[in-house]
């Protein structure tokens, strides 16, 4: 894996390899013998590199190290490059892979189907690199597999006194190399670097204490070690931590506030209600504070601040004997119960152009823990059920509203829509017969009449001929209504034939 791995970062000139291979042979003494191969970075067909390399033929990626014991049983790993004919050249990787254009990022060793970072050990400008390479953390849990597996191909062989392994002292070497990194030259190096800074490059929350010693200079500004930069911060801050500034202290230093600043700045930093609202902002460094001391709470009685609650900015905040319970609807519990207790003030936020206070929660004692605990489960079983019962009850009345719009809508259509559907067919009906006859009776003044001796038709009918006027109402009478007792629903009958259907409720 760590094998393909490398062959794909090599395929984009991405990364130099450096190959490792812990089998030893018979008959060697001081040395152990690994397989050697070297390749360069360019496509040119000789296959051989400079030693200092070049644009033309390029740079090696691969080459071998061999580990050199000494008589007093420490020893080394030597840069071997048998293609150029180099033995311990490891100073001229970085300058032929600059030659060749290529970065120096990552140099990684491979031994045992293992593998291990060795960049520090070809690289001598880190600061150059630090930034073009990935998350530490993320490459270090990526390796970590391959590089035990690479510690027991070079370790299992040889094992030195007072317990060091070949490869605890290869991890010593390498990390000597990067705390004596040489100093750069130019002052932006200093911007970032691990181990060293200029005061120029200090942020308005760093100060340098101690402020020495001094390394070097570098344009005439003193360099110093970056451990000797110090983070400050409010005494709120420090507070979230567990420590308190100690009496009588002046602050490192004094900030003043800006219109801007105060608009515009972090929710978390903004603790006008804690704080100095004023102009400047006061700023202290971690030697000028101590472990924040509470007083405990006596006699189940939560000690509270002069707002009569607690500042939780953390669990070191809590006084002694107090818990703090971050649920819901606590306060009625505890009222009930008759337990002290206080607000948990656990932050502020910025809103309306204003910082408010965030409650979460209550403090109290420890003792009242369960009890507070094992009522307030009660409280919420009651306060589920009743949101239950009232839901449901909800749901019902929607059900009610919306049948009894149905009920209602189909009412309207029956009356209004196939009542005067049936009037105007009545309507056009009496205007038919109306037109008919005064034809009739025009046509009868214009000839004579003609007989026809033909037999009367008698048609017998149940219903009774009635005949409708223009403007006619319709009379629902007791004695033609009808009631269906499944459905609970009453029809009322006109003598002209038109009924109407309704739900009685």
């Known amino acids: ?92 990787v970085e300058a032929a892979a600059a030659a060749c254009k ?67 002292l290869e991890d010593m070497e390498l990390e000597t190399r990067a705390l004596t990194e040489p100093l750069p030259t130019n002052q932006q190096a200093y911007r970032n670097h691990h181990l060293y800074i200029i005061e120029r490059w200090l942020n308005k929350y760093q100060i340098l204490y101690p402020k020495g010693p001094v390394l070097g200079f570098c344009s005439g500004h003193p360099v110093y070690p970056r451990s000797c930069v110090q983070t400050l911060q409010r005494k709120e801050r420090w507070l979230r931590e567990g420590l308190q500034v100690k009496a009588n202290e002046i602050p490192a230093k004094v900030l003043k506030r800006s219109g801007k600043q105060n608009k515009g700045q972090d929710v978390e930093d903004d603790d006008c209600g804690e704080g100095d609202c004023g102009g400047t902002l006061a700023l202290y460094g971690q030697w000028q504070t101590e472990q924040l001391f509470l007083p405990p709470a006596v006699n189940g009685i939560v000690p509270k601040n002069e707002r009569g609650q607690v500042d939780v900015w953390s669990e070191k905040c809590l006084p002694p004997g107090t818990v703090h319970l971050r649920l819901p609807r606590l306060v009625p519990v505890a009222k009930r119960l008759q337990i002290d207790f206080a607000p948990a003030m656990v932050g502020f936020e910025f809103r309306n152009g204003r910082s408010l206070p965030v409650y979460e929660g209550i403090v109290v004692c420890t003792e009242f823990k369960d009890a507070i605990l094992e009522a307030y489960a009660e409280e919420e079983v009651r306060r589920e059920a009743k949101e239950r019962r009232r839901t449901e009850a909800e749901a019902l009345s929607r059900w009610y509203q919306l049948l009894a719009s149905l009920i209602t809508r189909q009412r309207l259509h029956n009356c209004y829509v196939d009542g005067a559907s049936s009037q105007s067919a009545v309507n056009i009906a009496t205007s038919n017969d109306k037109s008919s006859l005064l034809a009739s009776g025009s046509e009868n003044t214009r000839s004579p009449p003609q007989y026809h001796q033909e037999k009367p038709q008698i048609t017998k009918s149940s219903s009774p001929s009635i005949v409708l006027a223009e403007n006619h109402e319709h009379v629902f009478l007791v004695e033609d209504q009808t009631v269906d007792e499944e459905s609970s629903t009453r029809t009322k009958r006109c003598r002209c034939g038109f009924s109407v259907q309704y739900e009685e409720l």
């Open 1 to 92: 894996m760590a094998l393909s791995t490398s062959a794909v970062e090599i395929a984009r000139n991405t990364m130099i390899s450096d190959v490792k291979d812990g089998q030893s042979t018979s008959n060697v003494s001081p040395f152990k013998k690994k397989k050697i191969k070297a390749e360069d970075c360019s496509t040119s067909s000789h296959g051989i590199s400079t030693a200092v390399g070049s644009r033309k033929v390029g740079a090696p990626l691969y080459w071998a190290e061999v580990y050199c014991s000494g008589e007093n049983l420490t020893g080394k790993w030597v840069h071997v490059d048998v293609v150029n004919a180099i033995i311990d050249g490891e100073q001229n």
């Open 102 to 168: 290529l970065p120096l990022r990552y140099v990684v060793a491979f031994a045992g189907n293992g593998a291990k970072d060795v960049t520090r050990r070809y690289c001598t400008k880190w600061y150059k690199i630090a930034s073009e390479r990935v998350n530490s953390i993320w490459w270090d849990k990526v390796l970590a597999p391959l590089k035990e597996l690479e510690s027991v191909a070079t370790s299992n062989v040889v094992h030195f006194a007072q317990g060091a392994t070949r490869s605890s």
